[in-house]
């Protein structure tokens, strides 16, 4: 254990040898007793060194203290990188060094102002701003001059007694001290004393300056810290922007380096290609992406030697997970801030429904003129029907039944669609509807679903235009292949609209005249054109007819007066 002389400091110790030997030799001169003279000198000269010795350790021991504390302050700033928590350490350590009532620290703004930072008192509280007032003379003069200031009484200091603040908040002690980075000032510190006088001294102000040194140092570090844990705020936040922007785009987006390992992946690309990113993403587009490597390869390459950009690459690619699709590349060099590339990015679209849509469009064409298409209105096409007046025309090939009876089915089949494929082109050309096939007839009309003023002109049109597109097709087929087309045009009242359901629709025409077109089409001859008499009156001005006996139509009480139509005038 420590004995207590050992607890006692080395000054102290001193002190107190010093004056025993005082003692002593003030006892040996009171006695008398003929003591030399030389033996008191001695004793005096060796209590004038104890002291000196002690004096001299004493200030060795406050400046080990200084040194002690010194190197524990800075231990304590520098255990934070939080600048706030750097600012109050600070703070609080100056008020328990210099006794301070409180102290401010100040930080130069972007403005290159200094504004308070953080403010604390003797119980290691927050000043109230309604207690914040100070010196700004003094704080503008350590600013400008880099060095501290110490004054004892503020109110006896000719420097700055006459200063309104430190009249009016009556201050007393101060001490104000720069914080410099490599000699940049970067903020002050500021300690004062509003009740007692001769607070610091020189000793405070010398370890306080060294203290500032390395508070200026930490500080710099939180700040720079600080700066470095925003940017990497900002570079994340960008970065999940990127990749919501990513995430969000239609089309699929792949990027991949210089030998092809794939970088990014987004979701467009994984609900296209089937893939997840994790299966994709550091490993190359050869091996996780293997349906589309090979088309892709040659493009890529080009782009990474030619340094251009590839667009509109359509592609077939069989998926094991979605069969065959279609897809269109847009290939671009991926590039640096110093325009280095970097590698590729790729853009791709599916375009599998959009060519199926296509594709249906197409064959809608071939029953529904396009232009009539044009004019169609989608949203206001709705389950149900309304009347209108329409032109209905029907075409069937005659003798079809003993004609089939001959023919390998295929070339049957072959045959009729080159018929029916004449047929068709007849009605569209005059803009007309194709209803529908029903084996080797064909079903159309006109005046609907948008209004056709000459709508009978272009029925008598299109049935004269089979007519003669049916005799050019027979030249170019042997007799026995050889077919012909009866025709049969009625006017009058329908039901036009969509019938069905919701998942599948069929627009039709359903009516008497309908019926009565076909009824008429059943009578008529090879080759031979038949209108009823409500149509013939719509067209007599403009045809050529020849009028035949009245049919007896299956469903009509009465005969149906009917004229063959010869040509137009």
């Known amino acids: 254990m420590m004995s207590v002389q050992a607890k006692i400091s080395i000054s102290d110790q001193l002190a107190y040898l010093g004056d025993t030997v005082s003692g002593l030799r003030a006892e040996m001169a009171a006695k008398s007793d003929g003591t030399s003279q030389a033996a008191l000198d001695r004793l005096e000269q060796l209590s004038n ?14 400046e080990r203290k200084s040194l002690r504390a010194l190197t524990d302050i800075s231990k304590l700033i520098n255990s934070s990188l939080e600048i706030d928590e750097v600012l109050r350490i600070a703070m609080d350590t100056i008020i328990r060094i210099t006794g301070a009532e409180r102290a401010f620290l100040m930080l130069k703004n ?34 400008l001059s880099g060095e501290p200031i110490l004054t004892t009484d503020a109110q006896e200091d000719e420097r700055f007694s006459a200063q309104e ?29 509003r ?25 710099e570090n939180a700040r720079l810290f600080e700066s470095v844990r925003q940017t990497l705020a900002e570079v994340t936040e960008l970065k999940n922007l990127m990749d919501n922007v990513f995430a969000s785009i239609a089309s699929g987006v792949i990027t991949a380096d210089l030998e092809e390992n794939v970088l990014l992946f987004n979701r467009a690309a994984e609900r296209i290609l089937g893939n997840s990113g994790k299966e994709v993403i550091g490993h ?67 375009l599998t ?44 090939v005659r003798g079809f039944t003993s004609f089939s009876e001959k ?85 009058g009242e329908a039901v036009l609209g969509l019938v069905g359901t919701e998942r599948r629709l069929d627009y039709t025409a359903i009516g008497d005249s309908v019926n009565t077109a076909k009824r008429i089409q059943e009578n008529s001859a090879k080759d031979q054109i038949l209108i ?23 469903g009509k009480s009465e005969p149906v007066p009917v004229f063959e139509v010869l040509g137009l005038k």
Request: glycine share 4%.
């Open 407 to 491: 023919m390998d089915p295929q070339d049957l089949v072959s045959v009729l669609n080159r018929y029916l494929s004449v047929v068709a082109d007849a009605v569209l050309k005059e803009e007309g509807t194709i209803d529908k096939f029903m084996g080797d007839a064909v079903m159309a009309w006109f005046n609907a679903p948008i209004p056709q003023p000459n709508h009978m002109q272009r029925a008598v049109r299109a049935a004269i235009g089979m007519r003669d597109a049916v005799v050019e097709l027979r030249k170019q087929l042997p007799p026995e292949l050889h077919l012909a087309f009866g025709v049969g045009i009625h006017y």
């Open 49 to 62: 060194t104890l002291k000196m010795l002690s004096n001299d350790v004493a200030a060795k021991e406050e």
């Open 284 to 350: 190359s587009i050869q091996a996780s992406l293997l349906p589309i490597a090979n088309e892709i390869h040659g493009y890529i390459q080009n782009v990474l030697t030619s340094n251009q950009l590839l667009i509109g690459k359509e592609a077939r690619i069989d998926l094991p997970s979605r069969g065959k699709i279609d897809l269109i590349f847009n290939i671009s060099p991926l590039k640096d801030f110093n325009d280095t590339s970097q590698g590729v990015a790729i853009v791709m679209d599916d």
């Open 353 to 396: 429904e959009k060519k199926k849509l296509e594709a249906q469009r197409r064959m809608f064409e071939r029953m529904v003129s396009p232009k009539v298409i044009n004019q169609l209105d989608p949203d206001g096409l709705k389950l149900g029907g309304e009347r209108t007046e329409i032109t209905s025309l029907f075409a069937d």
């Open 532 to 554: 009823s008499g409500p149509a013939y009156e719509l067209a007599k001005d403009w045809i050529q007819v020849r009028q035949v006996a009245p049919i007896n139509a299956k």
């Open 195 to 219: 009740i007692q006088s001769g607070i610091f001294t020189e000793k405070e102000r010398d370890l306080l300056v060294d203290f500032a040194n390395q508070a200026a140092i930490a500080l």
């Open 165 to 193: 603040s430190v009249v009016s908040y009556n201050l007393r002690s101060i001490l104000c001290l720069p914080l410099l980075v490599k000699d940049r000032l970067i903020g002050v510190i500021y300690a004062d004393n």
């Open 110 to 143: 972007q403005d290159e102002e200094l504004e308070i930072r953080v403010a604390r008192n003797w119980e290691s509280e927050s000043v109230a701003s309604s207690e914040s007032a100070l010196s700004r003379t003094i704080i503008n003069r350590v600013a």
